[in-house]
């Protein structure tokens, strides 16, 4: 009769065999990208580099909108979806990490075409990664092709922590009329997590909104000196202000079972999904000296609305969440009505209301 292994050594195999070949299955692909198509360009008196010098002549801030998109019609395929990238991270969780789009900050030219600084709009399982200013370029080659390249720059988000990430963009069509490129899209990042994807991406550049805001300020203003002429007007004026100052309060926020006195504890309030876990769009954030048991911060004048929380203690100093080798934190995290997981909340799961009035609440670290 054949031995049957039932000891531990055997078992881990199998649950790692088998959490490996999970990891396989989720992970994307990039065998869709294609370097250097041929590139069309819908005024043919134009070569490559006057036609990407004309593309990006905008004055920045301008924005640049991604969408998955059929190489036939050009056509974006999913309403509101970006490019996106397929895989896993902690241990061996699926993840998914969209990009659908980027702000261009700074941008100026390279011997080679345009290089630029901007801020990409992505989402990784609908949480928005910190990936800071990213580096880029476009590149103009001397066989008449071009792409887009964004290259090793380094994100973080939530318990997945940092990774390493590239993006290329080849170019195959640019319609200069209406600012609209498309190519092919590869799309991978590396670290506590990994990803990969590619496929058929359609971009278009759209100017900032920035002097529609400025316009419709300026009307506002305007508006508001003819109101005060009428005599009602200063005492509606002083009513609006009251109300506002009354639903504005204190939120105090108590952290506790922090295990030891070492680094500090650091917390982010967020108040909305768009924003949930980008350290960068936080509506305000605290750092304070660690004390073993609890620690205390408060939100001085917070309007009324729904916010949520997320903190993390910094044993070390670093400034940032350490993870081990399969991904997990080695330091204490916690998020506003959470009882402690290994992926984080939504927005909506660690969303408390607050009525403007003081109010406390309380969240447990867990190591």
Not at 41 to 65: C, G, W
Not at 266 to 282: D, I, Q, R, T
Request: glycine share 8%; proline share 5%.
């Amino acid at each position: 009769m054949p031995n049957v292994r039932t000891d531990s050594t055997f078992f881990f195999r199998l649950c790692g065999a088998c959490a490996a070949l999970a990891a396989l299955t989720a992970c994307g692909t990039t065998s869709h990208f294609v370097d250097q198509p041929h590139l069309m360009i819908n005024e043919p008196s134009k070569d490559p580099r006057q036609a990407v010098n004309e593309l990006f002549q905008l004055t920045p801030p301008y924005n640049v909108s991604l969408c998955e998109a059929d190489p036939s019609s050009k056509e974006c395929t999913k309403a509101n979806a970006g490019v996106t990238a397929k895989g896993v991270g902690g241990i061996f969780l699926p993840l998914v990490l969209e990009v659908r789009g980027m702000s261009i900050e700074k941008q100026m030219p390279s011997a080679d075409g345009v290089s630029f600084k901007a801020s990409l709009d992505a989402k990784v399982d609908a949480l928005s990664p910190h990936c800071g200013t990213v580096g880029g370029r476009v590149v103009v080659r001397e066989n008449n092709t071009a792409s887009v390249q964004l290259r090793h720059f380094y994100c973080n988000w939530a318990v997945i922590g940092n990774v390493l990430v590239n993006a290329d963009f080849s170019v195959d069509s640019i319609d200069l009329k209406e600012r609209v490129v498309t190519g092919f899209y590869k799309l991978t990042f590396h670290g506590t997590g990994n990803a990969a994807g590619s496929g058929y991406y359609r971009a278009v550049i759209v100017p900032a909104s920035a002097s529609d805001t400025a316009a419709a300020k300026s009307q506002d203003l305007s508006q508001l000196k003819e109101s005060t002429m009428h005599p009602i007007a200063p005492l509606l004026l002083v009513s609006s202000l009251c109300c506002a100052t009354a639903s504005a309060g204190d939120l105090t926020v108590r952290v506790e079972h922090v295990r030891s006195d070492h680094g500090a504890i650091l917390a982010a309030l967020y108040e909305n999904e768009a924003s949930f876990m980008n350290p960068a769009k936080a509506r305000a954030t605290f750092k304070v000296k660690a004390v073993t048991g609890e620690v205390q911060y408060v939100f001085h004048d917070l309007p009324a609305g729904k916010y949520a929380l997320s903190t993390f203690h910094d044993e070390n100093g670093n400034g940032q969440l350490d993870r081990n080798l399969v991904g997990l934190p080695k330091e204490g995290y916690g998020f506003s009505n959470s009882k402690g997981s290994l992926r984080p909340p939504r927005f909506s799961q660690a969303a408390f209301d607050f009525d403007g009035t003081s109010k406390s609440i309380t969240i447990t670290l867990n190591y």
